[in-house]
């Protein structure tokens, strides 16, 4: 056998992930900024945060990061967004076709992994296959944290789950959860907030209504994309992202805005 490759075996392999992974978690227990939700208003949001140098830490409880956005509507993956939503494919870098007019379609899995690239090449850290079950609250109820579990754990039927949570420190939270609005949930369970829950599907409301209610809705914490709409009582909008990234913007430029 001829051989290619360096003489690296198992424990060397095994060393360099448990090291370099311990590293990042240890520098990531306290953070400028946690996003919990990989999705697009998610991954846009931690772009706009980490671009000016600040540690921004995105929560999946997935093990794949980009949520609806690489699968589209129905199994068919192309995604749509609408005027001028378009300008931010142009950011990072997804070519487009106009289907119809101020309507435009690009390949789901090309603009995932484009934005996924986007985050991690303006330094976004992630954790997947994580869980919020509980939020860290301070002085006023303020929003300090999360605390957080292995999705596995957290799936396992409670008679067999015995794992403590860890909790991680931050200054600002971001709920990219989607349709479950997590984080905000986590504070209606103590009273402090009563979700709406999202409105049935209206395409030319909810796109603008989504950007527009994007905001901080308690101390210490922000809401972007569908979260907005759970959040709210907003319509939903279906299978067209242009406002999860045009949310994901907002969200991040807020959070910048607090940083200060």
Sequence with gaps: MKKIFSKVGEKEVTRAIVEEFAKQFLDYVESDCIIVGGGPSGLMAGSV????????????????????????????NMITVRDPAQKMLDKIGVPYRESSKSLYVADGPHACSKLIAYACDRGVKFANMTMVNDVVLREKNRVCGVVINWTPVEELPRGLACVDPVALETKIVIDATGHDATVVKKLEERGIIKLKGEGAMWIEQSEDLVVEYTSEVHPGLIVCGMSVSATFGLPRMGPT???????????????????K
């Excluded at 945060?49 to 068919?76: D, P, T």
């Excluded at 992202?241 to 940083?259: H, I, Q, R, Y």
């Design 49 to 76: 945060i980490s671009k000016k140098g600040n540690k921004v830490l995105i929560i999946e409880r997935n093990n794949y990061l980009g949520g609806g956005f690489w699968l589209g509507g129905y199994l068919m």
């Design 241 to 259: 992202f242009g406002s999860m990234l045009l949310s994901g913007e907002k969200a991040g430029n807020l959070v910048l805005e607090k940083l």
